[in-house]
């Protein structure tokens, strides 16, 4: 049977977006004209602060020490768990080489960026977990310069926790900014800081906007859009769990789209009539932004089976997937369009939110048929090398000369003739295209 929509959205994260690209776009050229005078007058007009921008490292400190010593412990353990799973991706990924054919040998080496520059939002909420997923995997990558920026608060500045984070976790430089003004300091290298190679973290469409347009002058983990989250769920799931990990989700924002795709019509209205009266506990924010959430983008698709549970999912290829069905191998197996996959309703995506290891920076908007998260990867460039003996490049020279005339490129082929011709002096060969 076909799909059956018990709940459809109104609307979606591309068509509810604004239009913000010629506003970024002033302002980043603004500040790359005007320097750091157009970026604190941002800072000051759009955050209401006009204290210091990079923090010293007397303020570090004085933040640390103003940190529970409980909190101290709970941010160490994340990182600590994020910087294991780094360094297991970064051993994936080995300097190699290969003899190609006799006498010519290719290689790749692994080599992390100089600088990277790392956007923690500090606007509904304070984002403590971003400073550790995007600090500890430039820290683990072996990138030289970390910045972290993030949003300082009217007459206060960073949240002490944001603090304490970034510098446990490895950050070079802090610094109080936020918003366009912050990626565009880190790009263009204000405040005495270096020019980042590489910009990563979330934030919000003026942020994710900003990242886009100076795309290619600097490299960025991803375009984000709105966080996205999607629960495939059987007949044995607890209702009450799916219902509340869906709204642990929508109270990202107002559009946060969430979506549960079941086989089982019992469990699907059973969670319907649940997720209001969970919403309505919420604290008052995080209440509106559920509320507009699940209203406007929520979706809750019924299917026929779980084949075609997983081919949905596919089709939505959400950054967080849950499965809380039975037989987790074959929805492992199955499943191919995610940012991060939580198998089994004994973790959940707010387990990965913060603190079991894997990052929490991934694609959204559907971006996962084709990219995956953050990872020590983003941080490094996989380059190629070769070397070769004189016999080696013969059979390559002449391949190389012949292929270059067939192109029209003769320049090329007489790289590889001059070659031939000094190496092997006393031999001739046939260099001509063959068509």
Known sequence: MPREYLKKATKSARTDAADVSQTVSAMLSDIEQGGEDAARRYATQLDGYDGPIVLSADAIAEACARVPQGLRDDITFARDNVRSFAEMQKQSVQDTHTEVV??????????????????????????????????????????????????????????????????????????????????????????????????????????????????????????????????????????HIVATDLVSQAEHGYNSPVWLVTDNRALAQDVARRVPALIATLPALNRENAEAAWRDYAEIILCDDREDMAACSDA?????????????????????????????EETTVSYGDKATGTNHVLPTSGAAKYTGGLSVHKYMKVVTWQRATRAGSKSVAAATARISRVEGMEGHARSADVRLAKYFPDEHFDLAAQT
């Open 316 to 344: 939505y290829a959400p950054e967080h997937l849950t499965v809380q069905a039975a037989d987790l191998d074959w929805w492992l197996d199955r499943l191919t369009c995610y940012g991060s996959l939580f198998l089994g």
């Open 102 to 239: 006799p006498g010519l040998i290719a290689g790749q080496k692994a080599i992390p960026c100089n600088a990277a520059g790392c956007y923690i939002p500090g606007g509904r909420y304070s984002h403590v977990a971003s400073a550790i997923m995007t600090v500890t995997t430039a820290k683990v990558a072996g990138v030289r310069h970390i910045t972290a920026c993030s949003p300082p608060r009217p007459d206060v500045g960073l949240p002490p926790a944001i603090i304490f984070a970034a510098h446990l976790c490895g950050a070079d430089s802090i610094l109080a900014m936020g918003g366009v003004q912050g990626i565009a300091a880190m790009t263009f290298g204000l405040f005495g800081l270096p020019r980042a190679d590489i910009l990563a973290g979330p934030g919000n469409q003026y942020v994710a906007e900003a990242k886009r347009i100076l795309y290619g002058r600097v490299g960025i983990d991803m375009v984000a859009g709105p966080t996205d989250s999607l629960i495939l769920a059987d007949a044995t799931a607890d209702p």
